[in-house]
Each structure stands twice: as C-alpha cells, then as structure tokens.
C-alpha cells in the first residue's frame, strides 16, 4: 500500500478546487450564484458593510470585490446606500431578491455539509472546520 500522500498544501488545494465546484454547481442551480457571491451576500446581511470592510471580511483584493459588488447589483441582489458618516463610501445591503437568493440555496449548503459530515463523521466534521478555520484566519 503506497504511503498517504504528505503534501498537505496540494491536498487541501486539490480538495479545495473540487468542494468548490460541486458547491458552486448547485448554488448557480438553486439561485444563479457561486459560491464566492454567496460568502458576500452572507457578510452582507450582517449588516453595515462598506466594500472595502467586505474586501477585508473576505481576505479579497478591494478590485475584485469592487466587480463582484457591481455584478450583485446589477443582478438586483445587492443595493448600496449612502454611508451615514463617510461621504464618500458607501454601505452595502441586501435586496429583496438577495433574501431570496440566500433562501433558496440555504437547502443545498445544508445538504453540502451533510455529505461533507457522512464522509468525515460528525466530531471530523467539527475538527477539519476548526483546524481550517485556524488556517484561514492566520497571516502567512
């Protein structure tokens, strides 16, 4: 039997890639999203977040997050008011369409993370997101 493979980064690349596309192949089917807008409209909804703050909760460049804003807008799913002390930002909110959208994927991420929890067991379910959860939020 070959040894496991120890290359942990491309592992977690390759598992990445793969988790990404599944998810993202049943969130455009429930609600015409990928998963990268769906991780902006859920930041959103928490409320008083300028793009740049979006940018920053995301670990994303300001120009993409600039572009993806700009493609939920344009798609009726994010709206941006005027900031109430910043004249020159702005904050962003969810739209009716946006709630919807969130509404009609929420079953297929819950659905997602329940093969995620068959195949790893509920207590691996629970260490791989805290150890990735550890990963994502350090500064290398």
């Known amino acids: 039997m070959p040894e496991p493979d120890q290359r942990l980064f491309f592992l977690l690349q390759q598992a990445a890639h793969r988790l990404r596309v599944a998810a993202d192949r049943r969130c ?3 609600a015409g999203i990928t998963t990268a807008q769906l991780g902006a409209l859920f930041a959103v909804r928490e409320g008083g977040l300028t793009q740049r703050a979006l940018a920053a909760r995301l670990g994303q460049r300001e120009s993409a997050v600039t ?3 700009t493609r939920l807008s ?3 799913l994010l709206c941006r008011r005027a ?3 910043e004249h020159r930002a702005v904050v962003l909110e969810l739209t009716r369409a946006g709630e919807e959208a969130l509404a009609r994927v929420t079953p297929e991420i819950e659905e997602f993370n329940a093969r995620l929890r068959a195949v790893l067991g509920e207590d691996g379910f ?3 997101a805290e ?3 550890l990963l994502a939020s350090r500064e290398w």
């Open 74 to 76: 344009d798609a009726g």
């Open 67 to 69: 572009a993806m804003v």
């Open 131 to 133: 150890a990735v959860g």
């Open 83 to 85: 900031h109430p002390s």
């Open 126 to 128: 629970r260490h791989t």
């Open 28 to 30: 455009l089917a429930a």
